[in-house]
């Protein structure tokens, strides 16, 4: 999933790279393929929630879309019963 800036943009260019890189962080732990999974869509929601929150760490956001994408889907841990909720 690509961040695009749009024609009349609420982000700066550098905004959006670094939410991008925060995502492709993100994706790469998780190991997601495509846009259309649903946990890309998790990642770039909590990616952005958190940037609008103030969050400009890409380690930090990555990190959290992560454990957002993995307590909504105990399926991506590997575990077979739900996993306790745990917030970062």
């Known amino acids: 999933m690509s961040f695009a800036n749009p024609p009349e943009p609420?982000?700066?260019q550098d905004d959006w790279d670094l939410m991008q890189a925060a995502y492709d962080k993100a994706?790469?732990?998780?190991?997601?393929k495509s846009s259309t999974n649903e946990e890309a869509k998790i990642?770039?929601?909590t990616v952005m929630t958190a940037f609008n929150r103030g969050n400009r760490s890409v380690n930090s956001l990555a990190a959290?879309?992560?454990i957002t994408a993995v307590n909504?889907?105990?399926a991506v841990n590997g575990a077979d019963v739900e996993p306790e909720k745990r917030y970062a």
Request: hydrophobic content about 60%; proline content about 6%.
């Open 10 to 12: 609420t982000y700066s």
């Open 43 to 45: 990642i770039a929601e």
């Open 27 to 32: 994706a790469a732990t998780l190991l997601v």
């Open 72 to 74: 909504a889907h105990p």
């Open 64 to 66: 959290l879309a992560v």
